[in-house]
Nanobody
Framework: QVQLVESGGGLVQAGGSLRLSCAAS????????MGWFRQAPGKEREFVAV????????YYANSVKGRFTISRDNAKNTVYLQMNSLKPEDTAVYYC?????????????????WGQGTQVTVSS
């Protein structure tokens, strides 16, 4: 079992930056791939980024590539999402999620563990 708690969301102007954190409980954090997903009002949840348990494999959605950076600190049981050059279309609730294994990382339905989400609002 893994429990996830996101933090770091807020209101920022376009072009600004935010850093989201996701703190995980449990001693097996280092064995899980960690993903970030987001859901905007009236839209389906979408993949944002994922990092493998070792940090060696990282993937981003095309919409955030070059602006967002995912990282993890296994000693602190925490995964981060650094978001730069934010745009109004990045406005959403951001969720971190955990899964074991090395396949289907982009598919949210394959993640068994989810945080409660943190709101990110980017004003124009």
């Amino acid at each position: 079992q893994v429990q996830l708690v996101e933090s770091g969301g807020g209101l920022v102007q376009a072009g600004g930056s935010l850093r989201l954190s996701c703190a995980a409980s449990g001693r097996t954090f280092s064995t899980y791939a960690m993903g970030w997903f987001r859901q905007a009002p009236g839209k389906e949840r979408e993949f944002v980024a994922v990092i493998s348990w070792s940090g060696d494999n990282i993937y981003y959605a095309n919409s955030v590539k070059g602006r967002f950076t995912i990282s993890r600190d296994n000693a602190k049981n925490t995964v981060y999402l650094q978001m730069n050059s934010l745009k109004p279309e990045d406005t959403a609730v951001y969720y971190c999620a955990a899964k074991y294994g090395s396949s289907s990382w982009l598919r949210g339905e394959t993640y068994p563990y989810w945080g409660q989400g943190t709101q990110v609002t980017v004003s124009s």
